[in-house]
């Protein structure tokens, strides 16, 4: 089975780059790994996607390696904003024809001034 | 442009009452659609995924049931609610035929068992 571990919080200060890695074993070989952003009494809301090496849009960045046990989301000069729990999402290699989806249990994100 | 609608956006029941949520999608045909729980401070779990009108998977046992009556509906449901039933439910939709992983939310209802 599919299995993701996050940090549980981070912080940082405005202005800096973060990068929040999500460790995952197991997924599926033909999936992508996803991130998202929630924050309070909202639902998530998707930053970016990703199969291998690197993927940017206009709000982060995402590396995955070669042999895709890890991702990491990259924030470049956080602001004030930016502060929220980020997931990461990934398929299950183990669902067969029935494919799983794991979710992270989210990394906490404090931006400070 | 694509839509999705929860409601109610609060909900306080008693323990043992019947609960309905509706969630609604615009714009689009043939979504998949998702209900997730959300404890506090916990992270998402799925509860029903559907790919299509009358196609429910579950992925928790529990005494919760979800219907797509519709195309564009999912409602979630409960005969009797328990404590443990508490929390934030979100409705989710996927573009049909693209990576389940790409998933956009409904703001949320916030439900509170007494």
């Known amino acids: 089975l599919a299995k993701t571990t996050q940090p549980i919080s981070m912080d940082s200060y405005e202005g800096q780059e973060v990068n929040i890695t999500c460790s995952h074993n197991n997924i599926a070989t033909n999936d992508y790994i996803t991130w998202y952003q929630q924050f309070p009494s909202q639902g998530p809301r998707f930053i970016i996607q990703?199969?291998?090496?690197?993927v940017t849009n206009e709000v982060a960045s995402l590396f995955i390696p070669a042999d895709r046990k890890s991702s990491t989301l990259s924030l470049p000069r956080v602001s004030l904003s930016d502060t929220a729990v980020y997931y990461c999402l990934v398929g299950d290699s183990w669902a067969g024809n029935n494919r799983k989806l794991i979710w992270g249990l989210g990394t906490s994100l404090a931006v400070n001034p | 442009s694509q839509t999705i609608h929860q409601w109610p956006a609060t909900l306080v029941q008693p323990v043992g009452s019947p609960l309905s949520l509706e969630c609604t999608v615009e714009?689009?045909?043939?979504?998949?659609l998702y209900w997730y729980r959300q404890a506090a401070g916990r992270g998402l779990q799925l509860l029903f995924y559907?790919?299509?009108?009358?196609?429910i998977s579950s992925e928790v046992p529990q005494n919760l049931s979800a219907s797509r009556p519709q195309d564009r509906q999912f409602i979630l449901s409960s005969k009797k609610l328990l404590l443990s039933d508490s929390g934030f439910y979100l409705c989710?939709?996927?573009?049909?035929?693209?990576?389940?992983?790409?998933?956009?939310f409904g703001p949320g209802t916030r439900l509170t068992v007494l």
């Open positions: 559907s790919v299509g009108i009358g196609q």
């Open positions: 714009g689009t045909s043939n979504p998949n």
């Open positions: 989710a939709w996927s573009p049909a035929g693209k990576s389940y992983n790409e998933q956009f």
């Open positions: 990703g199969y291998k090496t690197k």
